[in-house]
C-alpha cells in the first residue's frame, strides 16, 4: 500500500518538475480556483440550508472576490516573469471571458435567471462554477503556452556577451 502512495507521489513529483514554468502557472490557476470554490462552499453554505438564489448570492460573490484576488495574483506573476505583448491576444481573450463569467453567474443568481434544476443540482454544490473555472483554466493554460519569459539580469549579459563573439 505504501509504494503505491509513494509512486503517485513521486511519478506526480516527476510530472509537475518535467512541466515549462508556463503549464505550472497554468495548473497553478486553475487548483487555486477550484481549492477556493470547494472551501468557500463548504464554509458559507450549510447542507440543510434551502438551496435558493437568495441563499446563494453571498456564496456567489465570496467567490467572485476570491477568484478576482487568485487572478491579480496570476497577473502579477505573469507581468513580472513573462513577456506579455499585444501579440499575446489568446491571454486577454481569457482575461475578458473570465469577467463575463463572473458576471454572467453573479447576474444569473442576482436576477433568478436560472432554472430551479439548474439551482439545486449545479449551484449547490457549486458546480456550474467548478465547469466554468474547468474550462477557463484549460483555456487560460493554452493561452500562456507560447509566452517566453523574461530573461534574468544574469542571463541578458551573457546573451549580449554571446553575441558579441558571434559578430568578431
Known sequence: MNSFYYSVVFNGGKIIMSMSK????????????ILVIITLKYFFLPADMAVTSENLLPLAGYIIIALVAINVVVWFILLRYFQISK???????YEILFVL?????YGGLYF??????ILKH????VGLFLIVQLILG???SYSIFGIPLKPTPGQSKAKANSQKRAKE
Open 101 to 105: 463569467s463572473l458576471i454572467v453567474l
Open 112 to 117: 433568478n435567471l436560472f432554472p430551479e434544476m
Open 138 to 140: 484549460v483555456f487560460f
Open 87 to 93: 501579440k499575446n491576444t489568446w491571454l486577454f481573450v
Open 122 to 125: 449545479l449551484l449547490s454544490g
Open 22 to 33: 508556463q503549464e505550472k502557472l497554468g495548473v497553478m490557476n486553475f487548483m487555486l480556483d
